[in-house]
């Protein structure tokens, strides 16, 4: 799976670049996240650049991660997501558990 990361702002945004077809694919992801909170890094922000489709193992290893960077008192959220990922996770209610924003530019500051 190619991950694209850079930082914005208080938040480490990582761009997923590939189609999701297997929950093993996340588990780079879930490796990266956890470094990032072993650095103090506690806000981080997940895009989905190419994929068009999310299913249900992606969705529960995102909010295993979301538990995992809460408890270190962060913020996990999801940007920029496709109009077809969009109406997924707000089908499935995933919009009341991880914050989507439309853009990076639409991340809050974070108060640590």
């Known amino acids: 799976m ?3 990361m850079h930082s914005h702002g208080d938040y480490q945004v990582l761009r997923i670049e590939d189609e999701l077809t ?3 694919d996340l588990s780079e992801l879930t490796f990266i996240i956890e470094g990032y909170l072993k650095q103090g890094k ?3 922000a997940v895009g989905f650049t190419t994929t068009s ?3 249900s193992g992606a969705v529960a290893v995102l909010i295993n991660c979301l538990k995992k960077v ?3 008192g962060g913020d996990l959220c999801i940007i920029e997501p496709n109009p077809e990922i969009l109406s997924i996770l707000n089908l ?3 919009n009341k558990i991880i914050n989507i924003y439309e853009s990076e530019d639409d991340l809050p500051q974070m108060p640590y």
Request: net charge positive; glycine share 0%; hydrophobic share 40%.
């Open 2 to 4: 190619k991950i694209e």
């Open 22 to 24: 297997v929950i093993s």
């Open 42 to 44: 506690r806000s981080i």
């Open 53 to 55: 489709y999310i299913y």
């Open 70 to 72: 809460k408890r270190e």
């Open 92 to 94: 499935i209610n995933v």
